[in-house]
């Protein structure tokens, strides 16, 4: 089964344009993760941030996290053509030990 | 580092067919997980070794499926007597095994389609 959610599931922009895309899940988290993919590098792992974390930065990368809403974003600052991609959260609930990916958001960056 | 490597890259099949897929690990990862990966959907975990032991399976994985890791190295994915739904990405990532922040690797993954 799936927790995550994101939103939109898809977003077309200008290159140089900020992105926005949120996640929203359901049970409690240990920590929430996002990841890129694209036909040219497969599945990479963007960014972590954990449960009593709120917000973390990395480059032009931007994850908030609310846990009391069960959500989190994602802000890409200053698009590139190499940012189009598949961008997924993907959450380690609680107890577990495995991860359980969303479903995606489709980045389109235009030129 | 050569990453995490899957062989086949492609697979087709026959249904009814049995078919194999092999992970190699990034080599002092402790931690290997498979998942699969349908069109337009997130990956699904399927199943993860802590070394050769087998500690999670998802409900996902029907008696047709079976997986190994051995040696606590490679790791092999079995499924027997294809479906058409089998039809998939099957990805493998593996991880250093330092608890539930631990960051995951992936590999390309073996696309199989079943005829």
């Known amino acids: 089964s799936q927790q995550g959610e994101e939103d939109p599931q898809a977003l077309s922009i200008q290159e140089g344009e900020n992105a926005t895309m949120n996640c929203s899940y359901k049970?409690?988290?240990?920590?929430l993760q996002w990841y890129r993919q694209n036909s040219g590098r497969g599945l990479v792992h963007l960014i972590l941030?954990?449960?009593?974390?709120r917000e973390k930065h990395s480059g032009r990368l931007r994850v908030t996290l609310d846990t009391s809403k069960k959500s989190s974003s994602l802000l890409i600052t200053a698009s590139r053509a190499a940012d189009t991609a598949s961008y997924f959260c993907?959450?380690?609930?609680?107890?577990?030990?495995?991860?359980?990916f969303g479903k995606g958001t489709r980045l389109h960056i235009l030129p | 580092d050569t990453g995490v490597s899957q062989n086949p890259r492609h697979k087709i099949t026959k249904r009814g067919q049995n078919v194999t897929f092999r992970c190699d690990p990034i080599?002092?990862?402790?931690?290997l997980y498979w998942y699969r990966q349908t069109l337009g959907q997130g990956p699904e975990f399927l199943t993860y070794?802590?070394?050769?032991?087998?500690?999670?399976k998802s409900r996902l994985l029907s008696d047709r499926f079976s997986a190994e890791r051995p040696k606590g190295s490679f790791s092999t994915l079995e499924i027997q007597r294809t479906e058409q739904g089998d039809s998939a990405m099957y990805l493998c990532?593996?991880?250093?095994?330092?608890?539930?922040?631990?960051?995951?690797?992936f590999g390309p993954g073996t696309r199989l389609t079943v005829l």
């Open positions: 990532a593996s991880s250093r095994g330092a608890g539930k922040a631990d960051t995951q690797y």
């Open positions: 049970t409690s988290i240990n920590n």
């Open positions: 941030i954990r449960s009593n974390e």
């Open positions: 993907a959450t380690v609930p609680g107890g577990a030990d495995k991860i359980i």
């Open positions: 080599s002092e990862h402790n931690r």
């Open positions: 070794f802590q070394n050769e032991a087998q500690l999670e």
